[in-house]
């Protein structure tokens, strides 16, 4: 009796261990929440933003955006993965996502601005045929449209979605379900196309709701980018919202607060929306999926898009490599006419930023490694699939409300403007990317393993240690490199929880982006892509090194 209620014992100790990483995901999050909120519950700054006059053009430009942004992103993915899925061609853009999600939004951003602006360019390759001796008097950045933001944007999402869609393909079994319902389409007469839209999608795509919802999220509140891409007059309302609660007024704090309360309710409600509309839709599409007819699927070209979006990549990291080194560089030239490394020379100098950026970036990511592993081996299904929401709450709630509960957080806890209390808002932003990059590898490892070395009489914790992370490797160190990127392009946590004590290569990329400082500005984004680069090449030579070992 007394060994039964012994192992009664330690069987609930062991089934109540994942409450520990569930409250270390979830206290900080639901703090910064509730503070973010409280800010907000105000009725005089919610009637002072309502009066205020950039507010209605601010919130239809940011609708415009994001609903743009977003369906742009998810149309091409839908046109895109039928086409190359199975092909060496996707083989190539699975490898190649780790190097373009590397690239920081801030980074990219500036490049693409370069390349586009009146005197980038593009422009100057116009004026060999054009004869221009000046730039065009053309708004190509930050345009009243905020069409050159929405292109960064499409640019940036469409390889993390693709990203999500190659995770949810890799996971146990569904490679062979795939080529199954493939062969068995093509026995039926069904073109591939056909097999993905009414087969394959149907089953993908509520799979990957909380990443469309991320989309939707960033695309609508965005601020980095919109500072160097988007319009000023008047601009989003991420960066009004940003603007207002950085202001010294308290009242306007608070009008800051409620903006970015707006627009969470905004993020949540057209996500309703969308979910009622699947449901209300998904009998009628059903019986579209099931009626039988072979007519071919519609399709515009794009098997040119992965060459598009890798030459545009190139630009506009060569955009950035050119302005960080040249001098006198007149317009319609197209190289520049003197060369300078005056802003490598400054740029380099600043150890203490690079510093702070990297020692941030490898801490938040190690957090958020242990983090997910803790949260993968002790949560019970159950309640993994029921808190995915919270997990990925940070990906979800724009970020300029999380932000500013961060740092009313912080200053509760008496940690602002320290380094430990941008470690902690790191981490809140890191964890749930790092969840959802090691997730498929982790969950799909063969328990076989498991059982055989506890056969063995191995313990779990040698079980651990000696086969399944080694085992893991790759996929740990692939998740470590994605959480470094995400704490390396953090910008808005930075600035509030930082108050300004502490810079990083983000921070001083964009400062600089604001004043003309273009080879400085250059090579700050530079140093802010290189540093994800190298930890994402470090991590492809450990999946280098392990394969090679599993081949020897």
Not at 22 to 49: C, E, K, N, V, Y
Not at 368 to 381: C, F, K, N, S, Y
Not at 485 to 505: D, E, I, K, M, P
């Amino acid at each position: 009796m007394a060994q039964t209620l012994r192992a009664v014992n330690v069987a609930s100790a062991t089934s109540r261990r994942w409450l520990i990483p569930a409250f270390a995901f979830a206290a900080p999050l639901l703090a910064a929440l509730w503070f973010g909120t409280a800010q907000a519950i105000d009725a005089s700054a919610w009637s002072r933003l309502f009066a205020d006059s950039q507010f209605a053009p601010a919130l239809c430009l940011s609708l415009w955006v994001g609903v743009a942004a977003w369906t742009l992103s998810l149309a091409i993915v839908l046109q895109l993965v039928p086409r190359l899925h199975g092909t060496p061609t996707w083989i190539r853009i699975e490898s190649a996502l780790g190097a373009v999600l590397a690239v920081p939004h801030a980074a990219f951003a500036i490049g693409f601005a370069l390349l586009l602006m009146p005197s980038g360019w593009i422009f100057r390759v116009i004026a060999l045929v054009t004869d221009w001796t000046s730039p065009p008097d053309v708004a190509s950045v930050q345009d009243r449209f905020g069409l050159a933001l929405i292109a960064a944007l499409v640019l940036k999402e469409v390889p993390f979605l693709l990203w999500n869609v190659a995770a949810q393909l890799r996971r146990v079994g569904q490679g062979a379900e795939i080529e199954r319902a493939l062969q068995i389409a093509a026995s039926m007469g069904y073109s591939k196309r056909v097999a993905w839209a009414r087969v394959l999608w149907p089953q993908l795509l509520p799979r990957l709701a909380l990443p469309l919802l991320a989309v939707w999220a960033y695309s609508f509140s965005v601020v980095d980018m919109a500072l160097v891409l988007g319009p000023t007059r008047p601009p989003t309302l991420g960066v009004l919202a940003w603007q207002w609660l950085l202001d010294a007024d308290d009242a306007m704090n608070r009008q800051g607060g409620a903006a970015a309360l707006l627009l969470t309710v905004q993020v949540g409600a057209i996500a309703f929306i969308a979910a009622c509309a699947w449901r209300i839709a998904r009998p009628l599409l059903l019986r579209r999926w099931t009626r039988g007819d072979r007519s071919p699927a519609r399709s515009h070209e794009v098997n040119a898009l992965p060459t598009l979006a890798t030459a545009i990549y190139a630009a506009v990291l060569a955009s950035l490599a050119f302005a960080s080194v040249a001098g006198v560089w007149n317009f319609p030239a197209l190289w520049p006419a003197q060369w300078t490394l005056q802003a490598w020379t400054v740029a380099l100098a600043s150890t203490s930023t690079i510093g702070v950026t990297a020692g941030l970036a490898l801490a938040s990511a190690a957090t958020g490694l242990v983090l997910a592993v803790a949260w993968m081996e002790t949560t019970p299904a159950r309640w993994d699939a029921r808190a995915a929401p919270l997990l990925f709450a940070p990906m979800l709630v724009p970020g300029v409300l999380l932000a500013a509960g961060l740092y009313r957080m912080s200053l509760e806890l008496g940690i602002d403007a320290s380094l430990t209390g941008l470690w902690l808002a790191h981490s809140v932003y890191v964890a749930p990317y790092v969840m959802v990059a090691l997730a498929p590898a982790y969950r799909g490892f063969d328990a076989r393993y498991e059982q055989t070395a506890h056969a063995l009489g191995r313990s779990h914790t040698a079980f651990l240690t000696q086969v399944k992370w080694p085992m893991l490797a790759a996929p740990l160190a692939a998740a470590f490199a994605v959480g470094f990127a995400v704490s390396v392009t953090q910008y808005l946590s930075t600035q509030f929880v930082g108050a300004g004590r502490h810079a990083t290569l983000t921070t001083e990329a964009l400062t600089l982006a604001s004043g003309g400082q273009r080879d400085l500005t250059a090579a700050f984004a530079l140093l802010q892509a290189l540093l994800p680069a190298l930890v994402f090449t470090a991590a492809w030579w450990i999946g280098r090194q392990q394969r090679r070992r599993i081949i020897a």
